[in-house]
């Protein structure tokens, strides 16, 4: 085991900045900077060579969300599961005071009992210093006899006043539903799916999780933010308020509700408009935002790089996410491009009415292929998932030629031999600009499930920095290189005929997937 901790540190990225133990107030950051034109075209004596679009389109965001100035320098890229792996591990091994994941769950494979003997053997480094998090799903996390809960077991029991595992239950999971749905059909009713990992001041914000496919062969997205502590301090205090209305894992295995939460607010024993209520104020008291309410401190800061924290809990009736998302799509310019990526094509209906009845914007939308899809040759009915995305791709794509948008819109798949897909994400290019200003990066998949029924998150990253915009195009290319253009041909091969079961599900089910 060791062996294989030390080769695959070995392997981590070396341009990643190691955390620094300096943290920045405001007031230093505005000693060098000018306050940023794509958030306050109000200022004086600031220009675009781009565009003159550039200024005013943004700007709304701050009112809407938390703020965070980010050095640009500060943000990396990483294009490869093996590098966000190796990252993990390096970070973990490095880490002084906190280690904080949320994830859907945690595979239970040798490189994730590496990834938690790494943590374990720097809890003891730290000789009581360092506190560590993890959030998973109940349902997913708790599948199977060998799972999330039995791999992170030992750091319990060994760590029991410095670790912690807290397992979310959807309140809509109860009653009758609760008792009649299989382990692997009980997570269509809700999830926990924020994808956050954090150690000290870094975070990492992905839509990977923690298991092997996610480490060597399935294609996400990850981007890193080092020494952020504001922004760090935001997603801890999250995720430590999500916690507190999840099952708490003790260390002989058995689970108990937070010491904070009110046993009338039990997820699926009390009731359910209680827990609902109670819940979404804890979450809204997270959300405070930073400096909306002091518009002139924002001006005064002067970074070139902001960062604003969206939301999506639709089941607690939080949708910051979404209204911001169709935000972007109905409010981008003539000649400005939008390219979404998501492994799961399953845009709602008023993402959809936004594209193609009130965006201007071009599109290009890059989804699985089906040989790249996560459920690729999976047994029963899971099997047919890869037809079912296809007959939604299929009923998309005939409707941007009915509405005249097929040179607006378009849709490629993403091919990889021996790969599965499950990137996820937006890049804005405004009118002018040549790389993206804008791009949105977390665990939503665009689809009705993101909005309804999932704990969600991601970022809206804002720059005007030259170099990070290159980067972003760059990321962007890597990932849509890979796309074919799907054409009408595509869906008349025979391959790629959806079985009449599978139409009748799309139609009955869609909303679940």
Known sequence: MQKIIRNILRRAPENILPPSTISHTHDERAVTRTADPLLYPDLKNLTLKSSSMVPSFYSWLHKVSPAFPVDANKIKILSQPADFYSLLLKKCSSAKQRIVFSSLYLGTGELEQALIETIRQQMINMQGHLKVTFLFDYCRGSRGTVNSRSMVAPLLQQQSNLAQVSLYHSAVLRGLLRWILPQRFNEVVGLQHMKIYIFDDCLIISGANLSHDYFTNRQDRYVVIEDCPELANFYSNLIFKVCEFSFQLLPNGSTTLHSTWPPECHPYLGDKNKFVKAARERVMSAMVPTFSGAEADIKNIGADTWVFPLIQMGQLRIQQDSEVTARLF????????????????????????????????????????????GFLNASGIAGGIPALYTQVAKEFFHKCYKLGHQDRVHIKEYIQDGWTYHGKGLWMTLPGQQNPSLTLIGSPNFGSRSLDRDLETQLAVVTSNPDLQRRLAEERERLYSKGALVTKSVFMQEDRLVPLWVYCISKVFRRLF
């Open 330 to 373: 109905e409010q981008s310019p003539p000649s400005s491009k939008i390219h979404l990526a998501t492994g799961y094509f399953n845009l709602p209906k008023q993402y959809i009415d936004s594209i193609l009845s009130k965006s201007q914007a071009q599109f290009t939308i890059l989804t699985a292929h089906p040989t790249t899809n």
